[in-house]
């Protein structure tokens, strides 16, 4: 088999379900913003910058992670600096052969210059509207939808979900609920969830990467969910062996072909994993589950898709056969209609992969 090159990886489409606008900022970007407001940052140096967020992230200490986002959320907080953060997201995206992706964020967090839900929902839309539009000018198109994020120890998901809907048509494709998983049980947000499924809308529920099977039981059992952001613990619920042996709700989520949306890099950093090598993602794959790869927070992880995609081959020696079957996957779990997934699989994500496998 010949060797996949990382360039090669990067110039193949690539599908991206698990994205966090707060946890992608450009570390110059950074800078410049938090000038702007008059907020103090550890160093303002963007290269030097861009290594104090990876070292933070990889501290092993969670105040120092939760740091990190403290700073990008204190930047994000007029709508010109969404709208920027949006359209370079998106610019980010596209050069990396991201040719769809779902990029999510909490517009709560977003007000503490006064703007309205709705406002901060405008800005990013419009960012990723320029953005696009710019990627599509320069030959590198994606589509961008938004997902709006729920903080899990809030009580604004009711409140949240109605905004998602009310922007459905203007570019929101979902709803999301984040936070620490332990003690905030997604249960907690029963109303929310059920309003979303009598609206006939989507959602996607971060559960099973710091808190295990309860919450994957509770996302899927209890509220509904239609993908599981991370959800790596579900190998909890699995035998090893020659012949791996499913649980009850292993099996479940495989014969439902419920979307795991896994994030390699990020599993590691939060200790859901021990390396990329350890991660389920490989016997996952191996039993067939419906298996996504995913960025996470690119400044903190200091990553991209195609870097995952080359972190996978590497450890699991995957090959273009794989690498478009992650990507088939996500983009057959994607948040927009059905015969618009398949327009981008048949016409995009296929014939770029057909000309590398022969």
């Known amino acids: 088999m010949v060797a996949i090159r990382y360039e090669d990886i990067v110039k193949v489409p690539k599908a991206l379900l698990h ?39 990889n501290s092993g200490s969670l105040e120092r992670y939760l740091e990190t986002f403290a700073h990008t959320v204190a930047v994000m907080q007029t709508a010109p600096a969404l709208r920027r953060v949006a359209r370079e997201c998106a610019l980010d995206l596209a050069a990396d052969g991201v040719v769809y992706a779902e990029v999510r964020f909490a517009p709560e967090q977003h007000l503490e210059r006064h703007l309205t839900l709705d406002e901060v929902v405008a800005a990013v839309v419009a960012g990723f509207a320029e953005g696009s539009a710019q990627a599509a000018e320069a030959g590198t198109p994606i589509r961008i939808g938004t997902l709006l994020t729920a903080m899990r120890h809030a009580a604004r998901s009711q409140e949240i979900a109605e905004l998602a809907v009310r922007h459905r048509d203007t570019g929101v494709v979902g709803f999301d609920i984040a936070g620490a998983e332990a003690g905030f049980p997604p249960t907690r947000h029963l109303d929310a969830f059920e309003y979303l499924q009598r609206e006939n809308f989507h959602f996607t529920i971060h559960a099973g990467e710091a808190f295990g099977l309860p919450s ?20 909890d619920d699995i035998t090893p062996g020659p012949r791996p042996v499913l649980g009850r709700l292993a099996a479940y989520v495989r014969d439902k072909r419920i ?25 996952l794959r191996d039993l067939r589950f419906r298996v996504t790869v995913n960025t996470d927070n690119r400044l903190m992880s200091g990553t991209s898709m195609s870097r995952e995609m080359a972190l996978l081959v590497e450890a699991f020696g995957y090959g273009w056969k794989e690498l478009q079957w992650f990507t088939i996957n996500a983009m ?27």
Not at 23 to 48: C, F, K, N, Q
């Open 332 to 358: 057959k779990s994607a948040f927009i209609p059905f015969d618009e997934r398949l327009e981008i699989i048949d016409q995009v994500i296929k014939p770029a992969y057909a000309k590398l496998l022969g």
């Open 216 to 235: 994957i039981w509770q996302a899927i059992q209890w509220c509904g969910a239609d993908r599981l952001g991370h959800g790596v613990r579900i190998v």
């Open 19 to 57: 994205d966090h606008l707060d946890g992608g900022l450009r570390p110059a970007t950074i800078v410049e913003l938090a000038a702007e407001a008059g907020h103090e940052l550890p160093t303002t140096d963007p290269e030097a910058l861009g290594r104090w967020f990876a070292e933070a992230a």
């Open 259 to 283: 979307p795991l949306e896994l994030c390699p890099s990020s599993n590691v950093q939060t200790g859901a994993v021990v390396s990329i090598a350890d991660h389920p993602i490989g016997l």
